[in-house]
């Protein structure tokens, strides 16, 4: 055998042995786990059962799985709404100081991301910086109850996953050739059937990145409702996290995690039907 | 998997370094030993600690539990109601008290209680107990000194609470006319039925941080445990700890040596130091909990000595008791405690 | 309404500090095909720009159809570009991409149809609705990229570097093809490109751009037969220059001294006695002769020079010659398959002339311009 073809050899097979140790092994065992039967002095019974699918099915889940689902549905559309402006805006910044601004959306994503949901704390808390400051204006002279709302868990998922939607679409938006935009106005588009016609097809991939993204994460980041929302309105993170190390519900915890994986493959498999090879470049 | 992984390192880590210094492997809540004590007991001894905390006491539930036993701690810090469940699942070494001469220290109201009645398991550590907190700037003349006022429609979208199953739960049962210890589903059930009533006036669930909620007035009224209230009153006076004269709940942690730890010896030595009056004294002065320790309440400082947050009169206590181990029933609790919080 | 469809007016433009068009002045009349042709960063496609919309001039004044253009951005200026690369929108198919500005222009769909059918029939590209552009070939893209311009009836076809992006030979074809095109929908077609071989083939005028300025506009013949100075001169074809000295300048002839041999010829350019200039020469117009072709009363008015260098060239011969001067000459002689003569050798000696009044006597440029 060449050189090449054992350090060939090599990296495939570390990259199955990665894939087997971290991936397929973990996921495998969470399969068998959810169709074990619970006891309470027991994380978990070697029996087989179709309980814990079967709880899943009862209307108090559904509600929690259908008002993460809106959650994340609307936190998805927020963090569009807001960063594809914001990326757009980056590409057309001069080339100097465009790579430094994109530097700029990921620094403060090398502070862990916990630390950042405290720092929303003092600035929506009662006598945070923002109550201080409209009070202060005069706008306001209440303070806003915004700490322990729906809005400061939407305002904490948003800011959490707004550089996941600025950046795909970023890279997206600098493939983007202007002669394009140039060539809609020639033709006689304004600027919104430019967008509409032209600037948001072609960054559909990037959009659709971006939803890959957002959409799981804002479903599972279980300590912003947490910390922001008061533990009290329980997302299917939340609800993962409890069944695993408060109730020590395994099996149950278990049959979640892989439903939530089942549907994000689901949504996954549809992009990719949906998307020719050429567009799914971004992702 | 990652606990699995985390509980291997840890049974390697300890077995690898155990035979090199005399050490000490502590499991502890966080932010629940001050680390001057630890470090003079490092300093009077020679033996090394190794210090690792947990958030719940179901997380040093699962990790003794998914480490078989052989977790490598030598002193962990049970809530009382869980020494129960534990002893069941054989976690916990019976201790020998002829090792520990400072058992002596102890307040007799602490020990011999109904979840370790001869203390055969576990030795009293800090306790406190459950009341009402009110900020008295917003609400100056509201009555609140029962837990039924916590259903006061006033209070719509106000409190906080707790966010743990028993300690709702006991509010709950206590009103109801039941035990708070108790294992029956149907009155768990009406317990559960009871506090779903009380969701309109949540606002929310904490355990983390409810002092600086209270202090930074986040919430205004709810429920607190004594130490925490104790310090949210030091930087915030409008806030008042109120006994309920329905009823009060007190919660205590222990310390306990696992099976099987690997340093028994030092983890007598470690439970007699910490029972030592001074030791006792520093603990508390430090964490501002009560201690159990008679002879260290007369080392602490005037103020918290006297504070009746910390420590409360007999009047106050008449209605008091302890939560005690329920069993099975756990479970229970858990899932209505779950589908509660999925309901808000 | 006069016969300009556009009139540009004393414009000027600069991008950062850096003037690219110094008081442009150009009038494109209605129905004509013109070229803007010149090297790279000679200002031709910011010029396009302007007439465009994309850009704004700094100042001076656009006319387009007798409006003035100051007010007017991109989107409703009666003007289409065809693209660099053309630009075709990725995600369309053809027929979307040539349906795109008559929707814009919210023409009823059942309308828009025929007129896209109509238009890719005339490019040949019926077949090729439904594809699209990237499966396409360049010539193809080309000639959709045309097509979308063309559906919405432009006053004027701007056209940046066409041909750029195509291989030697469909552009030599596509040349005929453009200028077929042009002539049967009677559209004003400015195109921009840096081939003269291109702009002379297929404009009705050509407008010669360097420096930001336009040096000269003309017919193709106009500008490759008398340009009007020596950067025309040098950018259209190949040219020889000959040094030479006026001996004498009246209004109808000069008296000279080309090359170190004293010549007559008539003073067409106004030439005064005391200006530099140089004698432009093209390739095809030299003539060269074996030494025994000639006699020696021929003799006085050709030079002697030895041939350096052959190339064959099918149709032609060129050869490259040193006057004794010192002075390289190329000269491209045409086959006539009676004349055995047209075997040269390198270092044979041989007699150069060209026909009498082909060369152009051009004015130096001044020092500062010159290369």
């Not at chain 1, 890959?212 to 599972?220: D, G, S, V, W, Y």
């Not at chain 2, 003079?40 to 036993?69: C, H, P, W």
């Not at chain 2, 709940?249 to 028994?264: D, Q, V």
Request: glycine residues 4%; neutral net charge; proline residues 5%.
């Amino acid at each position: 055998m060449h050189k090449d073809n054992v350090f060939k050899y090599l990296t495939i097979n570390s990259v199955y042995l990665w894939l087997i140790l971290f991936s397929i092994c973990p996921l495998t065992l969470v399969v068998i786990c959810s169709f074990l039967q619970h006891t309470p002095d027991q994380l978990f019974v070697w029996k087989f059962t179709l309980a814990n699918y079967k709880t899943l099915l009862t209307p108090i889940y559904l509600k929690v799985f259908w008002r993460s689902l809106q959650l994340a549905f609307w936190v998805t559309v927020l963090c569009l709404i807001i960063g594809y402006p914001f990326a757009y805006f980056l590409t057309q910044l001069p080339s100097k100081i465009k790579g430094l601004m994109a530097l700029f959306v990921i620094i403060p994503f090398w502070t862990s991301s916990l630390l950042r949901s405290y720092a929303i704390i003092t600035i929506i808390q009662a006598h945070g910086l923002l109550n201080t400051f409209l009070i202060k204006i005069g706008v306001i002279d209440q303070p806003l109850q915004l700490l322990y709302t729906n809005t400061a868990v939407i305002i904490g998922l948003v800011y959490n996953l707004l550089p996941f939607v600025v950046l795909p679409l970023f890279s997206n938006m600098e493939k983007l050739d202007r002669r394009l935009i140039d060539a809609a106005r020639d033709l006689g588009a304004n600027g919104p059937t430019t967008f509409l016609r032209i600037i948001l097809p072609l960054t559909k991939s990037g959009i659709y990145s971006a939803i890959m993204l957002t959409f799981l994460p804002a479903m599972t980041l279980f300590y912003i409702p947490d910390l922001l929302g008061g533990a009290k309105s329980l997302l299917l993170g939340n609800v993962i996290q409890t069944q695993f190390l408060s109730a020590e519900n395994w099996p149950l915890g278990s049959a979640l995690s892989l439903t939530l994986t089942v549907v994000m493959s689901l949504l996954l498999w549809f992009y990719f039907r949906s998307t020719p090879r050429s567009e799914r470049e971004a992702l | 998997m990652k606990r699995i992984l985390l509980a291997f390192l840890l049974i390697f880590s300890a077995s690898v370094f155990a035979k090199q210094h005399e050490i000490l492997n502590i499991y502890n809540w966080g932010g629940f030993l001050p680390d001057t004590v630890a470090d003079e007991f490092t300093k009077e001894t020679g033996i090394k600690v190794r210090y690792s905390t947990y958030m719940s006491d179901q997380d040093l539930y699962a990790k003794l539990a998914i480490a078989y036993n052989n977790s490598g701690y030598d002193v962990i810090f049970p809530s009382v109601e869980f020494l129960g469940r534990m002893e069941r699942a054989g976690m916990l070494e019976k201790i020998d008290k002829t090792k520990i001469p400072n058992f002596k220290n102890l307040d007799p109201h602490f020990v011999d209680q109904a979840f370790d009645p001869q203390n055969n398991y576990s030795v009293p550590y800090l306790w406190g107990s459950t009341g009402l907190v009110i900020n008295r700037k917003y609400y100056p003349h509201l009555k609140f000194d029962r837990w039924h006022d916590l259903w006061d429609p006033v209070l719509k979208d106000k409190l906080l609470l707790m966010d743990d199953p028993r300690t709702n739960f006991d509010i709950a049962l206590h009103l109801l006319g039941y035990s708070i210890n108790t294992q029956d589903p149907k009155q768990i059930k009406q317990a559960y039925e009871k506090l779903r009533t009380l969701l309109p006036n949540i606002k929310l669930f904490n355990m983390i941080a409810p002092q600086s909620i209270y202090t930074n007035e986040n919430a205004v009224i709810g429920v607190g445990y004594s130490g925490d209230t104790y310090a949210a009153i030091l930087s915030n006076p409008g806030l008042e700890f109120i006994y309920p004269n329905d009823g009060v709940f007190l919660w205590m942690n222990s310390m306990a040596i696992p099976k099987n730890a690997p340093n028994r010896d030092n983890a007598y030595k470690f439970i007699n130091f910490i029972l030592r009056p001074d030791i006792a004294a520093q603990i508390a002065t430090t964490l501002r909990y009560s201690t159990p320790n008679l002879a260290a309440k007369k080392l602490l400082p005037k103020e918290q000595r006297d504070s009746r947050v910390l420590y409360p009169n007999a009047v106050d206590l008449k209605n008091s008791q302890f939560e005690t181990d329920i069993g099975g029933a756990n479970e229970l609790y858990e899932q209505y405690w779950q589908e509660l919080k999925m309901t808000t | 309404m006069n016969d300009n469809i556009i009139e540009i007016r004393h414009v000027s433009k600069s991008f950062g500090g850096q003037q690219v068009l110094f008081d442009i002045s150009l009038t494109i009349q209605r129905g004509e095909f013109l070229t803007l042709l010149g090297p790279s960063g000679c200002g031709k496609t910011t010029l396009l720009r302007l007439l465009s919309g994309f850009e704004k001039p700094e100042s001076g004044e656009i006319f387009i159809d007798g409006k003035n253009m100051a007010q007017v951005p991109a989107n409703q200026r009666h003007v289409n570009t065809v693209f660099q690369s053309y630009a075709l929108f990725p995600h369309m198919t053809v027929l979307e991409n040539v349906a795109f500005g008559l929707r814009c222009q919210k023409i009823p769909t059942e309308e828009i149809i025929p007129r896209v059918m109509n238009i890719l029939a005339t490019v040949r590209l019926e077949k090729f609705a439904d594809r699209k552009p990237e499966s396409l070939s360049g010539g193809q893209q080309q000639r959709v990229a045309i097509a979308r311009a063309l559906v919405n009836r432009p006053l004027v076809l701007l056209l940046d570097e066409p041909m750029s992006a195509l291989d030697y030979r469909l552009r030599k074809n596509m040349q005929i093809e453009l200028k077929a095109l042009q002539r049967k929908l009677g559209i004003t077609f400015i195109c921009v490109t840096h081939d003269q071989e291109e702009a002379l083939a297929m404009s009705d005028r050509v407008a010669i751009m360097e420096h930001g300025e336009v040096m000269q506009v003309g017919t193709p013949r106009e500008v490759y037969e008398e340009p009007s100075n020596i950067t025309v001169a040098e950018f259209v074809g190949e040219a020889n220059f000959l040094k030479t000295k006026i001996l004498e300048a009246s209004a109808e002839s000069l008296h000279v001294e080309i090359e170190g041999k004293a010549l007559r010829l008539t003073n067409r350019r106004h030439i005064t006695q005391d200006q530099k200039v140089v004698t432009l020469v093209r390739p095809e117009d030299l003539k060269v002769w074996s030494i025994n072709e000639v006699t020696n009363t021929e003799i006085i008015t050709m030079y002697q020079a030895t041939v350096e260098e052959v190339v064959y060239k099918g149709s032609t011969v060129d050869l490259i010659v040193r006057l004794n001067s010192g002075t390289k000459l190329l000269a491209s002689e045409f086959f006539d398959e009676d004349d055995e003569n047209l075997e040269y050798k390198i270092g044979e000696t041989v007699w150069v002339e060209w026909y009498p009044g082909w060369e152009v006597v051009l004015p130096e440029l001044p020092e500062e311009l010159q290369e």
